[in-house]
Nanobody, 123 residues
């Protein structure tokens, strides 16, 4: 019954943009910390961004600061990751994830995950 469905991935050239979305059902996203992660082939899962309802803060990995923007639409129970100025090293499967009321330190501390969506940045 509880679902967290991702969409928006695809193939884009370097310098291009994509917007990922995660839509929740069966729970209210506004009450939880929501994170974005990515995992490239053969690599560990990497934290990209997180928004914390406890203080309203949004956090970004250094590698994406100034290029990615995390937002939420509470009326639609949906979160978005706007990705601009994409680089080949951004290629990965991207996941949204749900935690408690603060942003956890690592992916193992998140409770629920979307199914993932592939982002490929290539010429």
């Amino acid at each position: 019954q509880v679902q967290f469905v991702e969409s928006g991935g695809g193939l884009v050239q370097p310098g291009g943009s994509l917007r990922l979305s995660c839509a929740g059902s069966g729970f209210t996203l506004d009450y939880y910390a929501i994170g974005w992660f990515r995992q490239a082939p053969g690599k560990e899962r990497e934290g990209v961004s997180c928004i914390s309802p406890s203080d309203g803060s949004t956090y970004y990995a250094d590698s994406v600061k100034g290029r990615f923007t995390f937002s939420r639409d509470n009326a639609k129970n949906t979160v978005y990751l706007q990705m601009n100025s994409l680089k080949p090293e951004d290629t990965a499967v991207y996941y949204c994830a749900v935690a408690g009321y603060v942003c956890p330190k690592g992916p193992n501390e998140y409770d629920y995950w979307g199914q993932g969506t592939q982002v490929t940045v290539s010429s």
